[in-house]
């Protein structure tokens, strides 16, 4: 198993254009989070998923950001329009049950110039 | 409101000298604490959950709910011990499964 995987893996991209962050959870796990990594604020949890369906986007920055989960495979993020102030690591993690160990993708690191 | 706070960013020892990672929480509820680690180049990983009571690659941590706190240790530090390491607490009384990650703390193992 290859683990949760992540597309792209680094992202360069100019303030104003629209930004699309892919992962694809482990197979059988019904929980898909989003996470930012910053120097500033460490690790923070931008939304959540289980069973494809949005529990808990408290974190999501602002309107610029939306999260989906068409299916059981497959989520994205996306940041439109971007700014320099969303750089920074974004992770994907998935977990088989709701209080379990979460495994995560090696990040996306995006930089927005 | 679920908080967890490292109050070290960095930390910085010798090899061989003992080491603690410093972990608190303030919440009301069921917590379970975790401590995940990422190390240099590597995916962020699970390094020992409270309620397993085991030790990996030398570290243990006890829960404390007296002090609302969850220390990282391990009495001999090693150079591959150097990470980056956060401190995380769920709720296994929410109908939620969410986890609360500290700031993270730098260690850095010197030779």
């Known amino acids: 198993d290859a683990g949760v995987i992540q597309s792209p893996r680094h992202e360069v991209t100019e303030m104003g254009q629209e930004v699309t962050l892919r992962c694809k959870p482990i197979s059988g796990h019904d929980y898909l989070f989003w996470y930012r990594q910053t120097m500033m604020r460490g690790l923070e949890l931008l939304i959540y998923?289980?069973?494809?369906?949005?529990?808990?986007d408290s974190g999501m920055p602002e309107d610029r950001f939306s999260a989906k989960m068409p299916n059981a495979s497959f989520s994205t993020l996306k940041i439109q329009p971007s700014e320099p102030r969303d750089s920074a690591v974004y992770f994907c993690?998935?977990?088989?049950?709701?209080?379990?160990?979460?495994?995560f993708g090696p990040g996306t690191r995006l930089t927005v110039l | 409101a679920q908080r967890v706070t490292q109050p070290e960013k960095l930390l910085s020892v010798f090899k061989g000298a003992p080491v603690e990672l410093k972990c608190n929480y303030s919440?009301?509820?069921?917590?379970?604490l975790f401590w995940y680690v990422q190390y240099s180049r590597q995916r962020l990983q699970l390094l020992l959950r409270?309620?397993s009571r085991e030790s990996i690659k030398g570290f243990t941590a006890d829960l404390n709910k007296g002090e609302t706190s969850f220390h990282l240790k391990k009495p001999f530090a090693q150079e591959e011990d150097s990470a980056m390491y956060y401190c995380a607490l769920t709720d296994r009384g929410s109908t939620l499964g969410r986890l609360y990650f500290g700031r993270g703390t730098q260690l850095t193992v010197w030779p």
């Open positions: 993690a998935s977990s088989s049950r709701r209080y379990d160990e979460q495994f």
């Open positions: 409270h309620i």
């Open positions: 919440y009301s509820g069921s917590p379970e």
């Open positions: 998923f289980n069973n494809n369906v949005p529990i808990d």
